[in-house]
C-alpha cells in the first residue's frame, strides 16, 4: 500500500494536535520511513511512538466514525462471495478489505486504512451497487495484512505484523536508534471493550482518555489549542464528507446532460468559483457560470496543461502567470484565478474539469486543487457511466425497432455492423408468404370478442413460430392474415426454399388449433421476385416492409389458395431447390396482371440441402417453370 502525496500531513497533524506526538517523534518516524521505505504511520506504530488504539481512536473521530485494531481483524472470517464481488484489485487500489454485505439495506461495510481513499465511496458504490457504506478504519498494516489472508489465502499475514499494528518490521542499523523504554511497552489496550453492530463482529474503542507515557491524552478534536492546526483537519475532514456528499447528489441523475449540469452547480456549493465548465476530448463541452450572466470558455493553454498533468492546474492570477503569457483567451477574458484537473476513467483521461474566478484573485488555495482533483476523478466515473448507461440504452431502443421487422438473428447482425441495413430503400429480391385463415368470418361472428382475440393469437403464434424456425422475418399482420419475408434484410442461401418449408409447417401447426370444434383452416401464397424494401410510414410509425408486384403476387395466389393449400409460382420453385413435390394447376389470370400465371400446389419439401446444391437460376418470366420443377398432373 502506497502513501498518497498527502499522507505525511493527513498522518501528522491530527496526532501532534492531539499531544499523542512531538515534533521530535515526528521527525524520528519520517527518518525511519525515509531509511526504510513505507509509511509514515507504520514508521509510527513500529517505533512504539505511538500506541494502535490512541492513534485509531484520534482519526476515528476526525472521520466521525469507529476503528477495529488489527488482533480483532485476524479472527475475521471474510465471505468468499463478497470477496470476489468487490475484488483484489479494487481493495488493494482503494487500501481496503470488505467484511460484511447487508442486501436488505443494500449497505456495504469495509474497514480501510488511515488515511482514507478520497474515491473509495465512489467506487465502492459502482462496484457493488451498494446505497450506503459503512467504513471502519484501521493501520495500513493491519488492512493489507487482512487483504493478504482473505484474497491471497497468506495465514502468515498477520504473523508479520508487529504488535502494535504496523506491517512487518524490516531490520536495519535505525532500528537499533528506538526508543528502549517504548520499544519494551506493552502494545496491547487493556482497556473496555463496547460492542460494535452485532452482524459485523467488530469493536470499538471506548471514548475518552488513554495513558502514553505517563499522560492523560483528552480526544477531543473541538478542544485542541492550535487554531491553525484545527483549520487543517477541519479541511481534511472537509474533503471526506465533500467527496460524500458531491457523490449523493449527482447520482441522483441519469440523464448525461443533467448529470453535467448537476456537477457544475454542486461545484459552485463546495469552491468559491464564479463559473465552471466540463470539456471532453470528443469535443462535447459544458459550461455555466453562478450568476447566469457570463459565457465561460476553458483557455486552450490551461486544457492543455491539465490533460497532461497529473495533479492539475492552479494558478493565483492567470493574467500574471509566465505559463499563460501567450493565451490570448486568458487576456482577453480577465481570468484571475482558476484550477483544471483531468478526467480520468478507466479507459484513460477522457477530459478536463475547470473552475474560474474573474473578479477575484488567488481565489482558490493549494487545498482546493486536491479537492478538485477528487471530485473529477468521482464525476469522471460518474460521466463514464452516464455515457455507457446511455449507450446501452440506446442499442436496448434501437434493438427494440429492429425486433419488431427483423429476427433476432438479423438484429444481432445490424447491431454488430456487420450488416448495413439501408432503412430508406434498396432493390432486393425476396420470397414473400402471405398465409390466411379460411372462413374466418363465420367462426368470429358467434363468438366474443376477447375469445376471437384469443384464437387469433394463438394462430399467429404457431405462424410466427414456423415462419422463425426456417429463418424468415414476420412483416406484419393484417387482421387474421400474416405476411412475411425471406431475402430481406439479411440475404441467405436456401431463403426460397426456407419459405416453402415454412409454408407446410404453418398449416399444419394451424390444423393443430380447434376453435368452436371445429380445426382451423388456412390458405397459403408465396412467390419470389424483385421488390422494394425499406422503412416506410411516418415519422411517429415505421415499418420495415416490401413492396411491389412480388408482394402482389403472393397475396393474389394466397386469395385462390383452397383450405390448407400452399400454392407457389415457378420462381420460388426454381429457388427452392430438388427435391420440392408439387402439382400444377389451371393457369390464371390474377388481379392486376395481365399473363396468366400456373400456381403450383406445394406438398412436400426434402431435407435442407447443402449449399453446393443450390444453384442460383437465370431470372424468368412468372409462371414460366424453370429445371428444378418436379411437376405431377392432377
Known amino acids: 500500500m502506497n502513501a498518497s502525496p498527502e499522507s505525511d500531513s493527513v498522518i501528522a497533524n491530527p496526532l501532534r494536535a492531539s499531544g499523542l506526538i512531538d515534533s521530535a517523534a515526528l521527525d524520528r518516524a519520517r527518518a525511519y520511513a525515509k531509511d526504510h521505505g513505507g509509511l509514515l504511520s507504520d514508521a ?18 476526525l472521520y466521525s466514525t469507529r476503528f477495529v485494531k488489527s488482533d480483532k481483524l485476524k479472527t475475521l472470517k471474510l465471505d468468499e462471495t463478497l470477496l470476489e464481488r468487490v475484488g483484489v484489485r479494487s ?134 489549542a492550535d487554531t491553525t492546526t484545527i483549520a487543517t483537519l477541519r479541511r481534511e475532514n472537509a474533503r471526506y464528507r465533500i467527496a460524500q456528499e ?90 484571475q484565478s482558476c484550477m483544471a484537473v483531468p478526467l480520468r476513467t478507466r479507459n484513460g483521461v477522457v477530459g478536463v474539469l475547470y473552475v474560474e474566478s474573474i473578479s477575484m484573485s488567488a481565489a482558490f488555495t493549494d487545498d482546493d486543487l486536491p479537492l478538485l482533483d477528487s471530485i473529477g476523478s468521482q464525476a469522471a466515473i460518474l460521466l463514464d457511466n452516464a455515457a ?48 390466411d385463415l379460411r372462413g374466418f368470418t363465420t367462426l368470429s361472428a358467434a363468438m366474443k370478442p376477447e375469445e376471437v382475440v384469443r384464437f387469433l393469437n394463438e394462430f399467429f403464434q404457431e405462424a410466427v413460430d414456423a415462419i422463425e424456425k426456417h429463418h424468415g422475418t414476420v412483416d406484419k399482420f393484417i387482421g387474421d392474415c400474416v405476411m412475411a419475408l425471406w ?54 410509425r415505421m415499418d420495415y416492409t416490401a413492396i411491389g408486384s412480388t408482394v402482389n403476387l403472393s397475396a393474389r395466389l394466397c386469395g385462390i389458395a383452397r383450405e390448407n393449400e400452399v400454392l407457389v409460382t415457378s420462381d420460388t420453385l426454381m429457388r427452392a431447390g430438388p427435391g420440392v413435390v408439387t402439382e400444377a394447376g389451371e393457369a390464371v389470370i390474377l388481379k392486376g396482371l395481365d399473363t396468366p400465371i400456373v400456381p403450383y400446389t406445394l406438398r412436400s419439401v426434402s431435407q435442407p440441402l447443402q449449399l453446393s446444391q443450390l444453384v442460383k437460376p437465370q431470372a424468368t418470366q412468372p409462371g414460366v417453370p424453370g429445371p428444378f420443377v418436379r411437376n405431377k398432373g392432377k
Request: aromatic share 4%; glycine share 8%.
Open 44 to 61: 509510527l506504530l513500529r517505533m512504539n511512538l505511538v500506541k494502535e488504539g490512541d492513534f485509531l481512536r484520534i482519526f476515528a473521530e
Open 388 to 435: 455507457l448507461l446511455a449507450k446501452v440504452r440506446q442499442e436496448v431502443e434501437r434493438r427494440a425497432q429492429l425486433s419488431r421487422f427483423l429476427s433476432s438473428a438479423a438484429v444481432d447482425e445490424v447491431l454488430s455492423g456487420r450488416l448495413n441495413l439501408k432503412m430508406e430503400g434498396a432493390a432486393a429480391e425476396v420470397t414473400v408468404l402471405f398465409a
Open 91 to 224: 481493495a488493494e487500489r482503494l487500501r481496503m478489505c470488505p467484511i460484511r454485505w447487508d442486501s436488505k439495506a443494500e449497505e456495504l461495510h469495509v474497514v480501510a486504512a488511515i488515511p482514507l481513499s478520497s474515491n473509495l465511496d465512489a467506487e465502492l458504490r459502482q462496484t457493488v451497487g451498494a446505497k450506503t457504506i459503512t467504513v471502519y478504519v484501521a493501520t495500513a498494516g493491519s488492512v493489507a495484512a487482512l487483504i493478504r489472508s482473505s484474497y491471497y489465502r497468506d495465514e502468515s499475514a498477520f504473523k508479520q505484523m508487529t504488535p502494535n499494528g504496523a506491517g512487518p518490521a524490516m531490520p536495519n542499523k535505525a532500528t537499533e536508534t528506538m526508543d528502549e523504554e517504548g520499544a519494551r511497552e506493552q502494545t496491547h489496550s487493556s482497556m473496555s471493550m463496547t460492542p460494535m453492530r452485532e452482524s459485523t463482529g467488530l469493536h470499538d474503542e471506548e471514548q475518552g482518555s488513554s495513558s502514553t507515557e505517563g499522560k492523560t491524552v483528552m480526544v477531543n478534536i473541538n478542544a485542541l
Open 246 to 335: 458531491f457523490h449523493r447528489r449527482v447520482t441522483l441523475e441519469r440523464n448525461l446532460e443533467s448529470m453535467v449540469d448537476r456537477i457544475l452547480s454542486v461545484l459552485f456549493e463546495l469552491m468559491p468559483a464564479e463559473g465552471a465548465a466540463i470539456w471532453l476530448t470528443t469535443g462535447q463541452f459544458a459550461a455555466k457560470s453562478k450568476d447566469g450572466s457570463k459565457q465561460v470558455q476553458v483557455p486552450k493553454a490551461v486544457y492543455e496543461q491539465a490533460i497532461n498533468s497529473e495533479k492539475g492546474v492552479l494558478t493565483h492570477n492567470a493574467l500574471v502567470d509566465e505559463r499563460f503569457d501567450r493565451s490570448a483567451s486568458v487576456m482577453v477574458r480577465g481570468i
Open 487 to 540: 431475402g430481406a434484410p439479411l440475404p441467405k442461401e436456401g431463403d426460397a426454399r426456407n419459405a416453402c418449408r415454412a409454408a407446410l409447417e404453418l398449416v399444419e401447426r394451424a390444423s393443430r388449433i380447434t376453435v368452436g370444434g371445429q380445426r382451423l383452416e388456412v390458405g397459403v401464397g408465396v412467390h419470389t421476385g424483385p421488390a422494394v424494401v425499406g422503412a416506410l410510414g411516418s415519422k411517429q
